[in-house]
């Protein structure tokens, strides 16, 4: 008899607001805010200027300042997150046993911002300038690392790299881990920066970002006609998922209950999904069956809905081949239409939005939706969320690779 495992803490860092509650009540608001001209580095010349940047972040106020000195941008997010994931779980120090807390993020990239700039440096000044934290502060597995290090949790402690799949590849771990009793309670979800001239003129060249840069707002239209790319984002997503027997006898608060994970590749194509959606197809119904559910018992699919030409069309044939007529009578919204594309961090975010909207009993909107493709027929909960009774939430997320990574949640009862 696997263990059951329940999310009992929610922390986020995104361009929505620095905490998972500013976060959620932006989504249900269908804001997009937080997209616009870039910031963090001058986007003259460069074919995408816009992006939903976490504005205003200032880690000293999560942690010391000689902490946050060594650390990457996105290990700071993961470190902010975490902190209000477990002061929401009411975990702290000395409260648990520091053998039985880990931590497994998901991390698309890591420490670009290092990269960049330590690159730079070497180029200017020479080989022998390199700044000696370059190493530990650009290494992707330095996240759960920063995060454990804070917190003194010396449990399962890793990186989960998938691509745009990270952040539910690294719940479905670390999920797995507690079921087998590695440990009680780990922090998980994903962590992203990568709002970098590198990478932005990366993605250009291959065409996957949006150019409406006179619209930033409105530049993240999924499953629109007019779409033309996604818009990057950053930040970080992180739930405490915890045995339930560790959390009831804590008096812990629960949120909602894990149900299922599944997960598989393509093995078509570096970057394109199959043209018939046949690893996400595979993907979801390998989480149904191990969450023990039929296609009917889920009420709402937070997708993964970049608004790329390509992905949009194909997840829409994807759910309609696994769910059937059931595909119309369920509600579908890509939230990413306003946080942007969290790569690493997408799986993450969009699993604590499922749990919210299981806890709340609201279907997030999708912002943007003016024209619907005609390919993309299902009911995306248009430009304004829904209230409305919610059993259980699945979350698609697919990425370059062909990886595909499915997590379904349930109320807790």
Not at 114 to 140: D, F, H, N, Y
Not at 205 to 211: D, K
Not at 375 to 399: E, Q
């Amino acid at each position: 008899m696997k263990k059951r495992v329940v999310v009992t803490g929610l922390g986020a860092i995104s361009a929505l607001g620095h905490s998972a509650e500013k976060t959620w009540q932006a989504v249900k608001a269908g804001e997009c805010g937080g997209v616009g001209r870039i910031t963090s580095f001058d986007p003259e010349g460069f074919s995408t200027q816009i992006a939903a940047e976490v504005k205003d972040f200032d880690a000293k106020n999560f942690m010391d300042a000689k902490e946050a000195r060594k650390m990457d941008r996105f290990s700071q997010f993961a470190v902010a997150a975490a902190i209000e994931a477990m002061a929401d779980a009411g975990l702290k120090p000395g409260d648990f046993a520091p053998e039985r807390g880990g931590c497994v993020l998901g991390v698309g990239i890591g420490g670009f911002w290092t990269i960049e700039e330590s690159l730079r440096t070497m180029v200017e000044k020479g080989p022998q300038r390199v700044p000696p934290m370059t190493i530990p502060k650009l290494i992707a597995n330095i996240g759960p690392g920063n995060v454990s290090l804070h917190f003194d949790l010396r449990g399962p402690c890793y990186t989960v790299t998938t691509a745009c799949s990270s952040g539910t590849d690294a719940l479905g771990s670390a999920v797995g881990m507690i079921q087998n009793g590695a440990a009680d309670f780990i922090v998980s979800g994903g962590v992203e920066a990568t709002i970098t001239p590198f990478c932005i003129a990366s993605f250009n060249v291959i065409q996957a970002m949006s150019t409406r840069n006179e619209e930033p707002q409105k530049a993240s239209r999924p499953f629109d006609k007019d779409r033309d790319g996604f818009v990057m984002g950053e930040g970080a997503g992180i739930l405490v998922l915890e045995s339930l027997d560790h959390a009831l006898a804590r008096g812990a608060k629960i949120y909602a209950e894990y149900a299922g994970y599944g997960l598989s590749c393509d093995a078509h194509h570096l970057t394109a999904p199959h043209p018939e959606g046949r690893g996400a197809v595979s993907a979801m119904k390998m989480a149904l069956a191990d969450a023990g559910m039929k296609p009917e018992d889920i009420d709402y699919i937070n997708a993964h809905g970049t608004s790329t030409p390509i992905n949009d069309p194909t997840e829409t044939a994807a759910i309609k081949e696994v769910f059937g007529e059931h595909a119309y009578k369920l509600k579908v919204s890509s939230t990413k239409s306003m946080t942007g594309h969290m790569l690493g961090a997408a799986g993450g975010i969009e699993a604590l939005f499922c749990v919210k909207a299981l806890q709340e009993d609201f279907y997030p909107p999708t912002a943007n939706l003016d024209s619907p493709d005609p390919l993309c027929d299902l009911d995306y909960v248009a430009k304004k969320g829904v209230n409305a009774t919610l059993r259980a939430a699945m979350s698609n997320t697919f990425g370059f690779g062909g990886q595909n990574g499915i997590v379904i949640f349930k109320k807790y009862a």
